[in-house]
Each structure stands twice: as structure tokens, then as C-alpha cells.
């Protein structure tokens, strides 16, 4: 009996011990999983935070790239009304040379036998009272004849006499009407 006493006794304190430390752990369980929580809490808040940045991030060069799309698309933009401009210019100015020309041909060759053999521009069959290469209406020394006839005498006078049957007799000097000699 001494033996069954001996192993109930040690049973029963094999059994407190057992209780107690389960009271222990089971006490110090509520605290470990309060701790376990507030530290999964903060972990989770935390990778919040860190997704929010990271969205922000994102967004923000979302932003930026769209800015430098839009500013490259504007500078294509002026540039190509640029380039646009410039070609209408340069086709104005090219018109308007080509219409000079054409003015200055037209009016040239809408002269009456209009010649330029030296490439002066000036009709070499334009009259030239004194013979200096300079037609009479461009000569700075030219003066106008005063009997309305736009040829100069160069000396003398002249009559001139005729029964009306067509022809006549000159016995003055002839006019000097310039011309190719």
C-alpha cells in the first residue's frame, strides 16, 4: 500500500504541477496573442502606408509622363505650323519673284519689236536722239522737241512742199531716230 500511496502521490503531483503550469501558460497565452496582435496591427498598417506611397509614386509619374507627352506633342505642333509658315513664305516670296519676271517679260515683250541684244534690259530699237545708249525717255539730258513731233532737229530747217498727189520733197535735215545702226 505504501507503494500505491507512494504512486498516488506522486501522480497527484505530477497533476498539480501539470495544472499549475497550464494556469501559467494559459495566463501568459492572452498576452503573447495581445502582443502577436498588436504587432500584426502595426505590420499590416504599415504595409498600408508603404501601398499608398507606392500608389502616390506611381500616379505621380503617371502625371509626369503625361506632362512630357503633351509638351513633346505641343513642340510637334509648333513646329510643324513652323515649318507650315516657312514653306508659305518662301512659296510667297517665290511667287512674287515669278511674278515680277512675268511683269517684267510681259511688259517687255508687249513693246513693239522689243530687242535686247547686250541683255540691259533696255529695247535696243528705243528711240535715242543723241546716240548715248540712253532712250530719250530715260536720258537725264534729254529735252523734249517743242513742235509736238517727240523727234529732236539736229540742224538746220526744212520745207516741205507737195500738189496733194502723195509726194513730196524734203530739203531739210532728216530726224535722228536712234535705233540699231
Known sequence: MQ????LSTISLIVLTIIFVSKNALAQNEPTQMKKQIKTQVKSEAKNQTQIKEQ?????????QTQSKNQIKNEVKTQTKINEQN?????????TK????????TQSQSQS???????????NDNSIDSDGDGIPNGQDPDYTRSQDGSGFQKKSGTGNATGSGTGTTTNTGTKSSRGGRK
Open 97 to 104: 519673284a515669278q511674278n515680277q519676271m512675268k511683269n517684267q
Open 3 to 6: 507503494k500505491t500511496n507512494l
Open 112 to 122: 513693239k519689236n522689243f530687242i535686247d541684244l547686250n541683255g540691259d534690259g533696255v
Open 86 to 94: 516657312q514653306l508659305k513664305n518662301e512659296n510667297k516670296t517665290q
Open 55 to 63: 500608389k502616390q509614386m506611381q500616379n505621380e509619374i503617371k502625371t
